[in-house]
Every structure is written in structure tokens, then in C-alpha cells.
Nanobody, 124 residues
Framework: QVQLVESGGGLVQAGGSLRLSCAAS????????MGWFRQAPGKEREFIAT????????QYSNSVKGRFTVSRDNANNTVFLQMNSLKPEDTAVYYC?????????????????WGQGTQVTVSS
């Protein structure tokens, strides 16, 4: 089992930045590909970013490419999502997830473990 806990969400004005963290516990963190997803009210869960076991490979959705950066610190069992130039349409609950499938994974069905989510609200 892998337990995931997100933090860092909040309310920010458009154009601002937030950094989300996801702390993992349980099994060896570096064995897992990590992903970030989000879900806005009335919408399906959406892939945002994924990072490989070592952090050498990343992939982003077109909606956040160039604005968001995913990174990981395997020594401290944490994955991050730096979000810059935020827009009101980025408002959602953000989830981190873990999967043994790799080297990266964009499909939510591939992920076995999920955090509880953290709310990000971007005001216009």
C-alpha cells in the first residue's frame, strides 16, 4: 500500500502561483511513477502531469504545458506540482496518484493509489 497526502492548495488570483506537494508513505516511493490529476465540478477527472521513477521523464497535458512543472524528491518521498500563470479555468480539486506502470502514465485507470485531493481556486 502507498498512502498519499496532498497539500498546498488554496485561493489565488489569476496570474499567481501555487506549489502543491504530495507526501507518500508505505512502499518504496522511487518504485512508483507519479501523476497529478484534477477534477472541476461537473467535469471528469483530467490528467495534468506525470513523472517517471527517477524524475528524468515528464509529460504534461496541453492545457498546462509551459505553466506547470512536476518534480519529485525521492529522498523525501514527495512529488511537487509548481503551478504558474494560473487561470480561473485551473480551479479544481487536484489529486496525486501513484502507479507501478511506466515510464510515465497519463491514464487514470493505470493508477492504483490516490490522495484525498486539495482544492485550488483561482479568482479572476
Amino acid at each position: 500500500q502507498v498512502q498519499l497526502v496532498e497539500s498546498g492548495g488554496g485561493l489565488v488570483q489569476a496570474g499567481g502561483s501555487l506549489r502543491l506537494s504530495c507526501a507518500a508513505s508505505g512502499r518504496t516511493f522511487s518504485n512508483y511513477v507519479m501523476g497529478w490529476f484534477r477534477q472541476a465540478p461537473g467535469k471528469e477527472r483530467e490528467f495534468i502531469a506525470t513523472i517517471s521513477w527517477s524524475g528524468s521523464t515528464t509529460q504534461y497535458s496541453n492545457s498546462v504545458k509551459g505553466r506547470f512543472t512536476v518534480s519529485r524528491d525521492n529522498a523525501n518521498n514527495t512529488v511537487f506540482l509548481q503551478m504558474n500563470s494560473l487561470k480561473p479555468e485551473d480551479t479544481a480539486v487536484y489529486y496525486c496518484a501513484a502507479t507501478a506502470s511506466g515510464p510515465v502514465a497519463t491514464e487514470s485507470t493505470l493508477y492504483n493509489y490516490w490522495g484525498q485531493g486539495t482544492q485550488v481556486t483561482v479568482s479572476s
